[in-house]
């Protein structure tokens, strides 16, 4: 993308948040760049360096001030409880051991994936609220949710694509499409974890999605997913979410039974409707097509 592109990315974003990242594990903990994109030479290696020094001398260096309000959010406040250990699954069950450079997923336990799945989907709602609080501080609000609700219909459809791909090649996907559809919507990050977006799925009869009130709806020093949820203008992420399974599916809001929200009707189009523009231009994306691959087994483990 450009020179500009690369150097914005590189230095301009990664810069102050490698540092803000080191320090709040060690506020005497400094992360200098020794040389990043773009390079010079062009082949240099490795790709990007970084110098990472802990200093007991050194003066604390405090978080970045926009870090403070985000502290203050329900989600913040959000913890991985501690999972019992009596049947782990195999693989590590904690990193008390000396820095691995080549720490891989596949080395902890089962137990520690899901904590891992849990506290990745907070760091995925913490990054919304992040960039919407950023663009708060230099648009209108108006423009902000607009914003906000394009990327969360466009990452909720690509998202939702390789949540498919990855059921129907883990052979579980043989239940149906509305069963994919429940699925998919029980895994997707935008609905997860569930102590912080409470929704619902019914599936008896007719597919229903239900959302109640929940910390994601309250959060009021933020705008968040679970807000747009909320107020209805999160309703195209939705309908892309299940367009991602089938393109002949639609959601069609109805009347929240029980006092909740907002709540969603699973509807049948007779002819596939086209994907979304927010949903294409996401998938401009080299991330959108990333795929996770074995790697085998570590070259000293014999």
């Given at each position: 993308?450009?020179?500009?592109?690369?150097?914005?990315?590189?230095?301009?974003?990664?810069?102050?948040?490698?540092?803000?990242?080191?320090?709040?594990?060690?506020?005497?903990?400094?992360?200098?760049?020794?040389?990043?994109?773009?390079?010079?030479?062009?082949?240099?290696?490795?790709?990007?360096?970084?110098?990472?020094?802990?200093?007991?001398?050194?003066?604390?260096?405090?978080?970045?001030?926009?870090?403070?309000?985000?502290?203050?959010?329900?989600?913040?406040?959000?913890?991985?409880?501690?999972?019992?250990?009596?049947?782990p699954?195999?693989?590590?069950?904690?990193?008390?051991?000396?820095?691995?450079?080549?720490?891989?997923?596949?080395?902890?336990?089962?137990?520690?994936?899901?904590?891992?799945?849990?506290?990745?989907?907070?760091?995925?709602?913490?990054?919304?609220?992040?960039?919407?609080?950023?663009?708060?501080?230099?648009?209108?609000?108006?423009?902000?949710?607009?914003?906000?609700?394009a990327?969360?219909?466009?990452?909720?459809?690509?998202?939702?694509?390789?949540?498919?791909?990855w059921?129907?090649?883990?052979?579980?996907?043989?239940?149906?499409?509305?069963?994919?559809?429940?699925?998919?919507?029980?895994?997707?990050?935008l609905?997860?974890?569930?102590?912080?977006?409470?929704?619902?799925?019914?599936?008896?009869?007719?597919?229903?999605?239900?959302?109640?009130?929940c910390?994601?709806?309250?959060?009021?020093?933020?705008?968040?997913?679970?807000?747009?949820?909320?107020?209805?203008?999160?309703?195209?992420?939705?309908?892309?979410?299940?367009?991602?399974?089938?393109?002949?599916?639609?959601?069609?809001?109805?009347?929240?039974?029980?006092?909740?929200?907002?709540?969603w009707?699973?509807?049948?189009?007779?002819?596939?409707?086209?994907?979304?523009?927010?949903?294409?231009?996401?998938?401009?994306?080299?991330?959108?097509?990333?795929?996770?691959?074995?790697?085998?087994?570590?070259?000293?483990?014999?």
């Amino acid at each position: 993308m450009g020179e500009s592109f690369v150097r914005t990315m590189c230095h301009d974003i990664e810069d102050p948040t490698f540092e803000a990242t080191v320090c709040a594990g060690n506020p005497q903990a400094r992360m200098t760049p020794v040389h990043r994109p773009p390079r010079t030479p062009a082949d240099r290696r490795p790709h990007c360096e970084w110098l990472v020094e802990i200093d007991p001398d050194a003066e604390p260096l405090a978080g970045p001030p926009t870090v403070e309000p985000l502290r203050s959010t329900r989600l913040a406040d959000l913890v991985v409880p501690l999972m019992p250990l009596t049947d782990p699954g195999g693989g590590s069950t904690d990193y008390r051991r000396p820095l691995d450079p080549d720490l891989r997923m596949e080395d902890f336990s089962a137990v520690v994936l899901r904590a891992l799945c849990r506290e990745f989907a907070i760091q995925g709602h913490l990054l919304v609220l992040s960039f919407a609080a950023a663009l708060r501080r230099r648009v209108e609000a108006e423009d902000v949710a607009d914003a906000l609700a394009a990327q969360m219909t466009g990452v909720g459809g690509v998202v939702a694509a390789r949540l498919v791909r990855w059921l129907r090649a883990a052979g579980l996907a043989d239940g149906g499409v509305e069963q994919l559809v429940a699925d998919v919507l029980a895994l997707h990050p935008l609905l997860q974890p569930e102590d912080y977006v409470d929704t619902w799925v019914d599936g008896d009869g007719e597919t229903v999605v239900v959302l109640g009130d929940c910390a994601a709806t309250e959060e009021v020093l933020a705008l968040g997913w679970g807000s747009l949820l909320a107020d209805g203008r999160g309703d195209g992420a939705l309908d892309a979410i299940v367009h991602a399974v089938d393109p002949c599916l639609s959601v069609e809001v109805v009347d929240a039974p029980f006092g909740r929200r907002r709540a969603w009707r699973l509807e049948r189009t007779e002819v596939p409707r086209p994907v979304r523009p927010e949903v294409t231009l996401c998938e401009f994306s080299t991330g959108a097509g990333f795929e996770f691959s074995r790697t085998g087994p570590r070259p000293d483990a014999g």
